[in-house]
């Protein structure tokens, strides 16, 4: 058996391993189709089983404080949706995603932050909320792609004990794929991933790197070999070019690319909202400021 496939049996088989196996460690804590379609998705935000107050636990969106960054991903985060934040180093990731964090926590939900290359540090979520709020956030670290899918298969237990959890935030998740040794064994482990979180009733925000991959004037992927072929920098953990490919679907996801020019200046773009692979929204700038992000006016 290759070293690829022993690798993605052992991922395997901790996703349907019980749940006693791993131990999580946390730190503080026509019409009649469309009608269909219409009640079924109606059922699935409020199956009859449900409380009230689970009924308008739904019903929270994580917003930040300036509206205009809000409107970027459609007025604000809802559970079922994902949110992936790419970038190189010090573009402001973190930073990001902390804001959604902050109004997460200000809508009554806790937050389970999975830090993936502990950059997110208990003294750095501790600066960026106050004293009150630090009591709604959970912490776990994983250290590479053994410990992250040992973890996963966790996580639906996890989120049931702690049912005021409804965000999830993956701290560079591209961390837990880099030693990954094939594009293949790469793929499927990320399917199984966007398998798994497809289930949960939850908002999920991944911070992830930039990788370099060649591309063809179409946008197909190219080789060394291949004519005219181009290098670019894209999100690591879309490892195709058919929008799919990432670790959540497509038609639930926003996808906002950060990165800085020569002369410091910050800059974003969304580059993908649910149901479509292309926003065609213009580069927008932005500030952080003591930690803050802010749209610059246009």
């Known amino acids: 058996m290759s070293e690829a496939a022993k690798i993605l049996q052992s991922v395997e088989s901790r996703l349907v391993a ?15 189709n469309e009608d269909t379609v219409e009640t079924a998705a109606a059922l699935k935000l409020f199956p009859a089983s449900q409380s009230a107050a689970a009924m ?30 790419a970038g190189p180093p010090g573009s402001g990731k973190g930073s990001l995603a902390l804001e959604f964090i902050r109004g997460a926590v200000d809508e009554d939900m806790d937050v389970l ?15 960026a909320l106050d004293e009150n709020a630090k009591h709604s956030i959970h912490r776990v670290c994983t250290n590479g792609y053994a410990e992250f899918f040992s973890f996963l298969n966790q996580l639906p237990s996890y989120l049931s004990s702690h049912p005021k959890i409804s965000l999830v935030f993956f701290s ?3 961390n837990a794929f880099q030693l990954i040794p094939n594009h293949t064994i790469k793929s ?3 399917n199984l991933l966007k398998a798994k979180l497809t289930t949960l009733n939850i908002i999920s925000i991944a911070t992830v790197q930039l990788s370099t991959k060649l591309q063809n004037p179409d946008g197909s992927a190219a080789n060394f070999d291949t004519a005219g ?3 670019i920098m894209l999100p690591s953990l879309n490892v195709g070019n ?18 800085r020019e020569a ?21 927008l700038s932005f500030t952080i400021d003591d930690g803050r992000v802010r749209l610059s006016p246009v």
């Open 172 to 174: 560079v998740l591209s």
């Open 188 to 190: 499927r482990l990320l």
């Open 56 to 85: 308008l636990a739904n019903l929270k969106i994580a917003k930040t404080p300036d509206e205009a960054l809000n409107n970027l991903v459609g007025g604000g985060l809802r559970k079922g949706t994902c949110l992936e934040i």
């Open 18 to 32: 019980t749940p006693s196996t791993t131990t999580i460690h946390t730190e503080s804590s026509t019409n009649g």
């Open 113 to 127: 932050i999975v830090d993936c290359q502990n950059s997110m540090h208990p003294s750095r979520i501790v600066d």
């Open 242 to 259: 058919d929008g799919e490919s990432g670790w959540f679907p497509l038609q639930r996801s926003y996808r906002i690319l950060l990165w």
């Open 263 to 283: 002369d410091g200046m910050r800059y974003l773009r969304v580059t993908a909202v649910p149901m479509s692979k292309n926003s065609n929204a213009k580069s």
């Open 229 to 231: 072929a181009k290098a």
